[in-house]
């Protein structure tokens, strides 16, 4: 265990203490706003120090790490770490409190995602994968009942060699806090063994390295943070404990003779005549590692597993050797990513296959012929509720909202193909760059880049494609009612929009209805819309099974 200036030492202390209560969401409600300007989160040397053992302890900058801050409050300090670990992938930001999270939306290296540490851990980890967690000042606010099933939902969801480093702090503290504050403190905060004892237990390998700063800031400015309630130390105290004098009465009856000072007037008194306080601020880091040979919730669970595994792992084997050849998830190239961050569009990227592309251009004329007449109005909006498109090939983490336009046939100048204006916000008099596509290839584009698509030449070919807008469960909508939305990967625990029902068949009359309802509920009559779905609904013939669309 790393002691001050990073000489080994032992640690002797052994007790175990029942961890408190998770704390009341009011807190964190009350405090969002002035949370980030107590020193702990405001000072910019503070934060580096940490981030400088904090990287030291993950083996960190990596650009393929995939990082979650679990408890990640306003992501002040989630942007600085995505920064400082220079990763490609937004750092997932995770937090209970809608008042804190809404912060994070400022940052742009920041995911934020609106759950408990419990309930995050609780999630599959099919669907949620990462290399490295933070939980950094939050594992004494969980419950004592539920710290082993979330470091095993945690284990579970790591990838195998991955990192879980757990800040927290000692019992005993060098804090200038009054009487009742040192006690909250030992009440709230459990020994460290606590958190150790269940990493182990779900099969982490664990080291416990004590970190010490030297903090010094002025007293005004602490007591300001003491009355403020910037730990959740303090929402414990009531207003009398908090901050209040009292004099005690003498032998004499109704003599005063000595202030019995409580709260901050006791530290007050304490420090009196110094303007500024020196104090030890010792954080503990418990570096959980995940072996890289073992990917299961315990060694217990390997060894009744491990048939099990492997004949499924051979089964996936076979399916894949008589599959045919598919085309691999597409990955932005680093160019790609580059010129999409600074110029707000990029393509050709390939995301299906020239004859997958022709199946999705059959399903279109399919629907075309349904409708009896040409894809306008109405149809033209939202046909992923009337047909079952496979939209996961596209299931990218853009910041904002992205664009995807996937062409069907070929796009090219002398069709009108999409044009772009690097870096843009209008496009006024301007030509625009010209991004030829092949069928299954796609231009991504940021939902503000200025773009559109010239004239066709006379006798070109149609120039036909599919136009997929994706964003982050975050960003909200200022319509009202406002739009619906597919969740095509993660969870919405935000919940700014309806969400919609994939439709059983092509065209089936759930399905017509459900259109004809998110249409009318956002597009106002006369915005591109032609043909109502009332007129039409009577040509519909009875619903078939669509043909399987299997699009990677």
Not at 103 to 113: C, F, G, I, Q, S
Not at 219 to 228: D, E, H, I, Q
Not at 422 to 436: D, F, K
Not at 510 to 523: G, I, L, N, S
Request: net charge negative.
């Amino acid at each position: 265990m790393v002691g001050e200036a990073g000489h080994e030492r032992s640690d002797g202390e052994t007790g175990v203490v029942q961890a408190a209560p998770a704390a009341g969401g009011g807190h964190y409600t009350d405090v969002a706003a002035s949370y980030e300007a107590a020193f702990f989160y405001s000072s910019p040397e503070y934060r580096d120090w940490i981030l400088e053992r904090l990287l030291r302890h993950f083996g960190l900058p990596d650009e393929e790490a995939q990082i979650v801050d679990l408890g990640g409050g306003t992501g002040n300090f989630t942007q600085a770490l995505a920064l400082a670990a220079r990763v490609r992938r937004r750092v997932l930001c995770v937090d209970a409190f809608a008042e804190m999270l809404q912060k994070a939306l400022a940052h742009d290296r920041v995911e934020p995602l609106l759950l408990d540490a419990v309930q995050f851990a609780a999630l599959p980890a099919e669907s949620m994968r990462y290399s490295h967690v933070l939980l950094k000042e939050l594992v004494h606010h969980i419950p004592a009942a539920d710290v082993p099933a979330m470091y095993a939902g945690l284990h579970r969801q790591l990838a195998p060699g991955g990192v879980a480093v757990t800040i927290t702090r000692p019992q005993q503290v060098d804090y200038p806090l009054f009487r009742r504050a040192r006690e909250i403190w030992r009440e709230h905060q459990p020994h460290q063994s606590v958190f150790t004892a269940a990493m182990q237990a779900a099969g982490f390998s664990v080291e416990v390295h004590a970190h010490d700063y030297a903090a010094q800031l002025p007293k005004a400015t602490w007591l300001g943070m003491m009355r403020s309630r910037f730990w959740s130390t303090f929402s414990h105290c009531s207003q009398q404990e908090l901050e209040q004098a009292r004099r005690s009465p003498g032998p004499a009856a109704g003599a005063i003779t000595a202030a019995a000072h409580l709260g901050i007037a006791e530290v007050e008194q304490q420090f009196e005549g110094q303007d500024t306080l020196h104090f030890t601020d010792r954080l503990l880091f418990l570096v959980a590692h995940k072996p890289r040979d073992a990917d299961v919730a315990a060694p217990a669970a390997a060894a009744s597993s491990q048939a099990t595994a492997e004949s499924a792992m051979a089964a996936a084997q076979l399916r894949a050797a008589a599959a045919p050849a598919e085309v691999q998830p597409p990955v932005l190239a680093p160019e790609q990513r580059q010129q999409y961050a600074e110029q707000g569009f990029t393509g050709p990227v390939q995301i299906v296959s020239s004859e997958e592309a022709a199946q999705l251009h059959q399903q279109y004329l399919r629907y075309q012929q349904r409708l009896g007449s040409a894809v306008q109005g109405d149809w033209r909006f939202k046909s992923h509720l009337l047909l079952p498109w496979d939209s996961t090939y596209v299931a990218l983490s853009p910041p904002d909202v992205v664009t995807v336009w996937l062409a069907l046939t070929p796009s090219s100048a002398a069709n009108g193909c999409l044009r772009f204006q690097p870096g843009s916000h209008e496009l006024e008099g301007v030509e625009g760059e010209c991004i030829p596509l092949s069928p299954g290839q796609a231009t991504l584009h940021h939902i503000r880049t200025a773009h559109r698509s010239g004239p066709a030449a006379p006798g070109s070919q149609a120039r036909l494609g599919l136009a997929l807008r994706y964003m982050a469960a975050h960003v909200q909508q200022g319509l009202d009612p406002r739009d619906s939305v597919t969740v095509v990967a993660g969870m919405d625990t935000f919940g700014h929009y309806r969400h919609e029902r994939g439709p059983a068949a092509e065209m089936d009359a759930e399905a017509v209805e459900q259109h004809r309802q998110a249409v009318a509920a956002v597009y106002p009559e006369g915005f591109e819309r032609g043909h109502s779905a009332a007129h039409l609904a009577a040509h519909f013939m009875e619903p078939q099974p669509a043909p399987a669309l299997r699009v990677t």
